[in-house]
């Protein structure tokens, strides 16, 4: 059951595409049902809010692409290498530049859990490379599914321009057709060469990835509810170092 399916684009049981999906089931509904997502997905996210997401997702991506490139030859990634149609740290620059002006850099700061997923990332890239898949999937084919939905509540709730700017993160220009592109991905995970138990890792190492996102939405929020607490907006520069 652990053989790989290259020839079809239908998984197949106990293809690691199915079991990625059905490992990550329960730690999805988590991640969604995350009270900084049941606003946001309300329309109830403020620019402030918007801007400190994307602050984070831009430290997220810069430390996996930047283990993605280093990994790019390793056989148990190259399958699933696509920088021209997924990489997203230029459209997250191009995004805070428009969001923060061009001095974005000095501006934003990267909070206590997204460095704690950051720091997982570079683990991961220099000493346990045959993992990277695991975020990789977990970002990419979530962008490519529930970040189309998200894409339009943010452009309503900050009347952000139909032009598409400050929304480049969301915009995959390399993509025609996601659900297409989404399964090509998938074969191609299922092509990688894994012994069962480099495959349980992995599926250890989506859960994890996925709990990070959840830890990075938990910290903006308790951010947000402080500021609303102190009877002001969040405030540009969050400092959420708690001790
Ligand atoms: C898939 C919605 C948050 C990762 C999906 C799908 C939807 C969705 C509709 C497509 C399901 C399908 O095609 O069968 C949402 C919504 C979210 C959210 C509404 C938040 C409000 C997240 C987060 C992550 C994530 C925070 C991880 C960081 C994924 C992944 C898939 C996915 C990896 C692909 C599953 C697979 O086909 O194997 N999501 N999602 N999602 N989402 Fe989310």
């Known amino acids: 059951m652990e053989g790989s399916k290259t020839h079809s684009s239908e998984s197949m049981p106990g293809d690691l595409s199915e079991a990625l999906k059905e490992a990550t089931k329960e730690v ?15 329309g109830q996210v403020s620019l402030q809010e918007f801007k400190m997401v994307m602050a984070s997702l831009y ?12 990994n790019k030859d390793h056989p148990a990634y190259i399958p699933v290498y696509f920088p021209a149609e997924l990489h997203r740290t230029t459209a997250l620059q191009e995004d ?3 969001f ?33 898949v695991a975020h990789a999937y977990t970002r ?14 943010a452009q309503k709730a900050l009347h952000l321009p139909s032009t598409g700017e400050g929304l480049e993160f969301f915009t995959f220009e390399g993509v025609s057709n996601a659900t297409k592109f989404k399964q090509l991905y998938r074969s191609r995970m299922n092509s990688i060469e894994m012994d069962p138990a480099t495959k349980k890792r992995v599926l250890e190492e989506a859960k994890r990835a996925f709990l990070l ?12 509810s402080q500021s609303h607490e102190n009877g002001h907006p969040a405030q540009q520069k969050p400092e959420l170092r708690t001790r």
């Not at 430290?59 to 280093?70: G, N, P």
């Not at 997923?117 to 683990?123: E, P």
């Not at 599914?145 to 509540?153: A, D, E, N, T």
């Open 28 to 42: 999805h509904e988590q991640a969604e049902s995350t009270e900084f997502m049941k606003n946001f997905q309300r």
């Open 59 to 70: 430290y997220i991506y810069s430390a996996l692409e930047e283990e993605i490139e280093r």
């Open 213 to 224: 996102n959840v830890q990075v939405f938990e910290e903006l929020q308790r951010f947000v």
């Open 140 to 153: 990419y084919l979530g962008d490519l599914s529930g970040g189309q939905v998200l894409k339009k509540i």
């Open 96 to 98: 805070l530049e428009y």
């Open 100 to 132: 923060y002006g061009p001095l974005w850099r000095e501006e934003i700061s990267c909070p206590e859990s997204t460095q704690k997923y950051v720091n997982r990332l570079h683990y991961v890239g220099q000493h346990e490379p045959e993992l990277l």
